[in-house]
């Protein structure tokens, strides 16, 4: 796997040379986000899809 820094390098060069800051942060963190719930799935801690519609039910009394 290649560097962190050549990770996100990757990234911001994949972007629009019009790009905002604010859209460049946003692409690194969705990644950050993809990457982690990866990490997640290949270590087992995920949830059946029942289980998080009752989270969710709860969240909504």
Do not use: C, H
């Amino acid at each position: 796997m290649s560097s962190v820094k050549a990770r996100m390098a990757k990234i911001i060069q994949e972007q629009p040379e019009d790009a905002t800051y604010e859209e460049i942060m946003r692409e690194l963190a969705f990644e950050r986000m993809v990457e982690r719930g990866l990490a997640d799935s290949r270590s087992g801690r995920v949830i059946s899809n029942e289980e998080m519609a009752r989270r969710i039910r709860t969240w909504q009394k």
